[in-house]
Structure formats: structure tokens, C-alpha cells
């Protein structure tokens, strides 16, 4: 059989030629066999009715088989002729025939060299767009965050308004002045701590000497 892909009819006829011709040739073959078969029940079936008849089955089955191979033999030659026939002539596509769906190849052609440019475009914008999508989950993730930063202060902001109202309504003022002072008052606490801490540690030593 041919060994020529051929890519193009493939792609009008949707099967390769010469897979058609493969089915085309076991069909044949196929009846070739039964043909033959039925051929060598008739004849067992004569020879039964002719009486004194001492041609055996097993003679007629080697002759079956010999006249069998000797049609295969002359129909493979046939076939041979009929296939390179048929993929020349019917399921051939000449060279200047183009198909409706590459018709666009024919109003813009273009070379290897401007092919390989568009591939090459064409794997950066790739690569830009996977960059991009990175970009976008990294985005969503500080969003998600920016999210729950701000529930956060939103509940120190109520948290604020809360101190605020009962400040208003113990007398205690403005919230932001009151909240200056309990910072100041908290600051010199702290320096009267560090200098308890400190003096209690001098007292501590001195008892250790004596």
C-alpha cells in the first residue's frame, strides 16, 4: 500500500485513503474465504450423490486451499493496480486545489520566518498572562487582608465610641482629652514603677552586703 501520508485528503474526507482502501481490500478478502467455502460445500455434497465416489474430503480441502491461493495471488496483483488507480485518480486532491477552510492561507500568506515571530509573540503573551494571574491571586490575597484589618478596626472604633458615650455620661468630658490624660497618667505610672523597681532592687543588694 502507499506510504504517502496524505495530510490533505485526510482532512477533506476525514479518514486517510489509504485506510480506506485497507477496508476495502480485508472486505474483499473476507468474501474471497466464504466464497471459496461455500464453493467446497457444494462440491462435497456432489460427490456424495455420485456412487463408488473415493475422492476424499481432505483431498477436497487441499485442493480448496490450492485453488484458494492462487486467487489470492492474482487478486493481490489486481488490487495493487486498482489502489494505485483510485488513490491517483478519485481519492487524490491535485496540488493546485486548495480547501474551502484554507482559503485564508491563500488571501494572507506569510513565511516560516513571520510563523515563528507569531509563535514567539505569542509565547510572551502567555507568559504575561500566567504573570498576570499571579498578580491577581496576590492582590485578592492582600484584599482578603485589607478585609479583616479593617473588621479590626472597625471594632476598635466601637470600641472607641463605647469609652466615649460612658465618658459623657460620668462627666468625664471630651473622649480624646480624657484619653490624653489616662496616657500621661499611664506614661508616669509606668516611671514610678521603673523607679520603685529600681529602688527595691538597690534595698535587695544592700541586704545581701550586710
Do not use: W
Not at 24 to 34: K, M, N, R, S, T
Not at 53 to 79: G, Q
Amino acid at each position: 500500500m502507499s506510504v504517502d501520508p496524505m495530510v490533505y485528503e485526510a482532512q477533506f474526507f476525514g479518514f486517510t485513503p489509504q485506510t480506506c482502501m485497507l477496508r476495502v481490500y480485508i472486505a474483499f478478502q473476507d468474501y474471497l474465504f466464504e466464497m471459496m467455502l461455500v464453493v467446497e460445500g457444494v462440491m462435497l455434497k456432489k460427490l456424495d450423490s455420485i456412487p463408488g465416489c473415493k475422492i476424499s474430503p481432505s483431498k477436497i480441502r487441499k485442493c480448496t486451499e490450492k485453488f484458494l491461493l492462487f486467487m489470492k495471488e492474482h487478486f493481490d496483483k489486481l488490487f495493487s493496480k486498482m489502489e494505485e488507480m483510485l488513490l491517483q485518480l478519485v481519492l487524490n486532491i491535485p496540488k493546485n486545489v486548495l480547501l474551502p477552510e484554507d482559503k485564508v492561507q491563500e488571501q494572507y500568506p506569510y513565511s516560516e520566518e513571520e510563523f515563528q515571530a507569531l509563535q514567539d509573540e505569542l509565547q510572551q503573551l502567555q507568559q504575561q498572562c500566567r504573570a498576570q494571574a499571579v498578580l491577581e491571586q496576590e492582590l485578592r490575597a492582600e484584599l482578603e487582608e485589607q478585609k479583616v484589618v479593617k473588621a479590626e478596626l472597625e471594632k476598635i472604633l466601637q470600641c472607641f465610641d463605647g469609652l466615649e458615650n460612658i465618658c459623657r455620661e460620668h462627666g468625664a468630658g471630651n473622649f480624646k482629652e480624657s484619653f490624653a490624660l489616662l496616657t500621661q497618667s499611664s506614661k508616669k505610672l509606668q516611671d514610678v514603677l521603673k523607679e520603685v523597681e529600681e529602688k527595691s532592687k538597690k534595698i535587695n543588694q544592700h541586704d545581701q552586703l550586710m
